[in-house]
């Protein structure tokens, strides 16, 4: 299997490239926000737990996004492989799911890091909040989200660094050229 993380604070460019990698490589994308967006918008007991951390930008409990996966990994697990969107956002999400791809004999291929400079981040998720309407995508909620990645979630970026399997890509630029940059990397470890 070919299995990717594809990281970076909120704004980097995950959601865009990954729509991109999946056509190109056919993995299966799994985006924790969509996955959530879509269970808030059912109203399930899940969405409904989530829904105001969510409006506050900060994290829903690892239990219940590693659960969420786990779930999703196993019913999947005939695929060509993964690309892995705004999840591990913790360390122990990190741990948490390394042990959910050993138990299907896989593991993370690459972890790629999407670089993008603080004020280029809020200019994208405000002109996104007028395109999507995303009720996370106001000022407030857009630094606190930013905060949580800067305090909690890029220690996630040592959990691959240990073995060697993380690299760094700027996040600026065309949506082709940084892309390109990606598919570099992604042909490295393939
Ligand atoms: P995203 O669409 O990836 O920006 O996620 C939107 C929001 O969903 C985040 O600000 C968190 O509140 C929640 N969320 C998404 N993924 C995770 C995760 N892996 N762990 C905890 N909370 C998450």
Same mark, same amino acid.
């Given at each position: 299997m070919l299995n990717i993380v594809i990281f970076g604070p909120p704004g980097a460019g995950k959601g865009t490239q990954s729509k991109m990698i999946i056509e190109k490589y056919k993995l299966m994308h799994l985006s924790t926000g969509d996955i959530l967006r879509a269970e808030m918008a059912k109203k399930t007991p899940l969405g409904m737990e989530a829904k105001n951390l969510i409006e506050k930008g900060d994290l829903v409990p690892d239990e219940i996004v590693n659960k969420m996966m786990k779930k999703k990994i196993e019913e999947n697990a005939d695929q060509r492989g993964f690309i892995f969107d705004g999840f591990p956002r913790t360390p122990e999400q990190a741990e948490a799911l390394d042990k959910m791809l050993a138990e299907i004999g896989s593991g993370i291929s690459v972890m790629i890091s999407l670089e993008v400079d603080e004020q280029e981040l809020i200019d994208r998720l405000l002109k996104r909040a007028e395109i999507e309407g995303r009720k996370d995508d106001n000022i407030e909620t857009i630094k606190n989200r930013i905060n949580v990645y800067n305090e909690v979630t890029s220690r996630v970026m040592n959990h691959y660094k240990k073995t060697g399997r993380s690299r760094s890509v700027s996040?600026?630029?065309?949506?082709?050229? %940084?892309?390109? !940059? %990606?598919? !570099?990397v992604i042909d490295d470890f393939a």
């Open positions: 996040g600026t630029g065309s949506i082709e050229e %940084i892309f390109e !940059r %990606i598919c !570099r």
